[in-house]
């Protein structure tokens, strides 16, 4: 799907173009400049307003992701229903590439016979591609990476139909250990060169391609990868799919919220949801605590096989709908108590999302003291797992919340 033209700046062009054929002067040919310039600028600005949601192959599918794995990952999302709810990127991540040509040009391997028709596929299904690469010699999984290439391989993508490139550091990294020895500031000043030059290279195609940086957080990714052009980055290492690693990283995000809103978004790295090592407690922990970050929700999981439970989570669109928030302001941590946890986040409008955390293994008792929050009473109190309204809250209230698991509240003052 490509982007919709712009109307608001569209008509202004269109007019000015027809009052330009009965007089153009220097000062009309300037304004029109200025005009085409404003309106690729804010085409690009639009990039990720909210949160990017859709799926990525690595975590289920790894380096062996096929074209026919792409395909049925984006049948499923229209079929689930799940393309509905704003799944709509569909991201290739390491495994897809094969040789760099002569020529210089970077070919798919034998499993993706043909890129284009793979992107019209998912285009023709109201979906985005994604692809991956790396500023680094080699992948991570070890396949050839854009270094030296970068230009050439941000057109690539942009002719084949790219919508979001995930650029991930791999390689570069024994770089940065040789040529900045030790020095953080050498480092960062090194990273910040790579992701911009892909950055720009993305930019000078023309094309709206939502920018990905993937570097694990390091030298602090989220005070600087967003004026290197990325429209999010990560934050920490990779996720796996354990309760351990899920929430080891989620709680980890605290104070960074002021890094991130509307086109620019902290990465706490992808879902788990649906691949097997979570219970549903524990993947409704995952999706509460991302929404409640604002973080990026790529499914990683096998979308055509996933069981009710994990569809049911995926497509909760109360949840997602924190997520998307078109404020865009990333929540943070109010209190903790031993393993139990409160976060919040201010949603468009005046209302609060509330998440209560257990982290322990049995079901245990959480009060919500409204003051934590800045609130005397709550007059409409939603559960946005059990879909349905709570009584108000004077003061405080306690919820008993399951093990690994989460109460979810909307709050209206
Ligand atoms: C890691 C990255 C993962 C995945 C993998 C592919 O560095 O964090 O999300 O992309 O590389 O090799």
Redesign the pocket.
Known sequence: MEMAPNKTLIYPVAAFLSSFRRRMTISSLAMLIALLCLSSSATLAQLATTPPMGWNS?NHFG?KVSDADVRAAADALVATGLRDSGYLYVNI???WQGKRIDSGELTPNERFPDMRALADYVHARGLKLGI?SSPGAV???GNEGSMGHEERDARTFATWGVDYL?Y???SYRKILDRDAHGDPEVAQRMMFAVFERMNSALRATGRPIVYSV?Q?GLSRGWTWANQAGANLW?TG??VRDNYLSVTEIGFAQGGLSKFAGPGHWNDP??LEIGNGGLTPDEGRTQLSLWSLLAAPLLAGNDLSTMDADSLTILNNREVLSIDQDPAGRQGNRLWTEGSLEIWARDLTGGSVAVGLFNRSQGPTDIPLDLKLLGLKNATKVRDEWQHRNLAPIQGSRTFRVAPHGVVLLVIHP
């Open positions: 690595w380096a991540d390491d495994g991956y992948t991570c999984a995930k991930d550091i791999c993937s694990h990560r290492d990779d790295d992808m």
